[in-house]
């Protein structure tokens, strides 16, 4: 990180940055009210830094050791106001710094009516957010693997549903893009884009998603550390995109019995990551838990830990969804969740 001085000239500044860019590197640059801050981007062993402590405007060169340096507080010290968080705008939902913000929809859109039918009543329950899935990552090749495994095709088609519905109700989408082939695609019809557990690991997916300038929400990967799933949304930051909300989905569960939920939601996740990034973090009491019964309590524990969001899948019929019936909740169910949440955010808040 290289911190310039008051007085430090554009020249300056120009000089640190092609320094570091000689080096191989690419150099973020935050001009702030009183000082400019260098952030370079890559391998900082190879850059000289006893050298550009020495260049003109240069106040202070040092090496910061975080594989999530771009999206740390300790960072963001000197590139935002300090302490301050990050709100992810997302159509016109602002996430981060305010009331927890409800996504929610079907795990996979399954038809034009279905879909439409969930949109309007997810809306009327409270919901700022739709969801749905056009590819879905499963564990047998012989179910259901979403209206988009039918091809570009069926993908734009059920792509166009959700921006209908999105519109048709007054609410942004977010779905999953699972490969690099289908981001662009993705892209042109949604408000934000969705990274998968399984995928949090794909650099070159993250990359590819972060090129497209969109919100990107994050989950993390159920084998993952807090470390890994911040290094990995590195990889966001570092094409200087810095919407990203991360999402806690549940980890896998420890020891031999029967563990009564799908994963383990790590609660404690939200805390920790507030501390270690200005990032929002969201909680999906859904895929984490599996059982619809715990959606309920699980959200507002996750309200009380300060999660900035919610995403919960919902049905009409949970009983007729192709895909994980089992954790969705009904619309009535949606409604009395965000009404708890709401309330509870508001004594969290006060206190
Ligand atoms: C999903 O949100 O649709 C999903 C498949 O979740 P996860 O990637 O957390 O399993
Ligand atoms: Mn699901």
């Given at each position: 990180?290289?911190i310039?001085?008051?007085?430090?000239?554009?020249?300056?500044?120009?000089?640190?940055v092609?320094?570091?860019?000689?080096?191989?590197?690419?150099?973020d640059?935050s001009?702030?009210?009183?000082?400019?801050?260098?952030?370079?981007?890559?391998d900082e062993r190879r850059?000289a830094?006893?050298?550009i402590a020495?260049?003109?405007?240069?106040k202070e060169?040092?090496?910061?050791?975080?594989?999530?340096?771009?999206?740390s507080?300790?960072?963001?010290?000197f590139?935002?106001?300090?302490?301050?968080?990050?709100?992810v705008?997302?159509g016109?939902?602002?996430l981060?710094?305010?009331?927890?913000?409800?996504?929610?929809?079907?795990c996979?859109?399954?038809?034009?009516?279905?879909?439409?039918?969930?949109?309007?009543e997810?809306?009327?329950?409270g919901?700022?957010?739709?969801?749905?899935?056009?590819?879905?990552?499963?564990?047998?090749?012989?179910?259901?693997?979403?209206?988009?495994?039918?091809?570009?095709?069926?993908a734009?088609?059920a792509l166009?549903?959700?921006k209908?519905?999105?519109?048709?109700?007054?609410?942004?989408?977010?779905?999953?893009?699972?490969?690099?082939?289908?981001?662009e695609l993705?892209?042109r019809?949604?408000d934000?884009?969705?990274?998968?557990?399984r995928?949090?690991y794909?650099q070159?997916?993250?990359?590819?998603v972060?090129?497209?300038?969109k919100?990107?929400l994050?989950?993390?990967?159920?084998?993952?550390?807090?470390?890994?799933?911040?290094?990995?949304?590195?990889?966001v930051?570092?094409?200087?995109?810095k919407?990203i909300?991360?999402?806690e989905?549940?980890?896998v569960?420890?020891?031999?019995?029967?563990?009564?939920?799908?994963?383990t939601?790590?609660?404690?996740?939200?805390?920790?990551?507030?501390?270690?990034t200005?990032?929002?973090?969201?909680?999906?009491?859904?895929?984490?838990t599996?059982?619809?019964?715990?959606?309920?309590?699980?959200?507002c524990?996750a309200?009380?830990?300060?999660?900035?969001g919610?995403?919960?899948e919902?049905?009409y019929?949970?009983?007729?969804?192709?895909?994980d019936?089992?954790?969705?909740?009904?619309?009535?169910?949606l409604?009395?969740?965000?009404?708890?949440?709401r309330?509870?955010?508001a004594t969290?808040?006060?206190s």
């Open positions: 990180m290289i310039m001085k008051t007085d430090a000239t554009e020249e300056d500044i120009q000089r640190v092609e320094e570091i860019e000689r080096s191989g590197l690419r150099a640059v001009r702030g009210e009183y000082m400019t801050v260098i952030g370079p981007v890559g850059l830094f006893d050298r020495t260049l003109a405007g240069v060169a040092s090496m910061v050791e975080s594989p999530y340096k771009l999206i507080r300790q960072y963001a010290r590139f935002g106001e300090p302490g301050a968080n990050r709100t705008i997302i016109d939902v602002h981060g710094n305010g009331e927890p913000v409800i996504i929610a929809g079907p996979a859109i399954e038809s034009r009516p279905q879909l439409m039918r969930i949109a309007e997810v809306k009327g329950a919901a700022q957010i739709l969801r749905g899935g056009v590819f879905k990552p499963r564990s047998s090749v012989h179910s259901f693997q979403g209206l988009g495994a039918a091809g570009a095709e069926g734009e088609e166009c549903w959700l209908e519905a999105g519109d048709a109700f007054d609410m942004p989408v977010v779905t999953e893009v699972r490969g690099e082939s289908m981001v993705v892209a019809y949604v934000m884009m969705h990274i998968g557990a995928n949090m794909d070159d997916l993250l990359v590819a972060a090129r497209q300038r919100p990107v994050l989950k993390r990967h159920f084998g993952a550390s807090i470390e890994e799933l911040l290094s990995f949304s590195e990889y930051a570092a094409e200087g995109n919407d909300i991360l999402c989905r549940g980890i569960p420890m020891g031999k019995g029967k563990s009564f939920t799908r994963y939601l790590d609660l404690a996740a939200v805390p920790v990551i507030h501390d270690e200005y990032l929002p973090v969201i909680v999906d009491p859904s895929h984490s599996g059982r619809r019964d715990l959606i309920y309590p699980m959200s524990a309200v009380a830990a300060g999660a900035d919610l995403m919960i919902v049905h019929d949970p009983s007729e969804a192709l895909v019936g089992p954790q969705m909740v009904t619309p009535d169910e409604r009395s969740i965000v009404d708890a949440c309330r509870l955010y969290v808040k006060k």
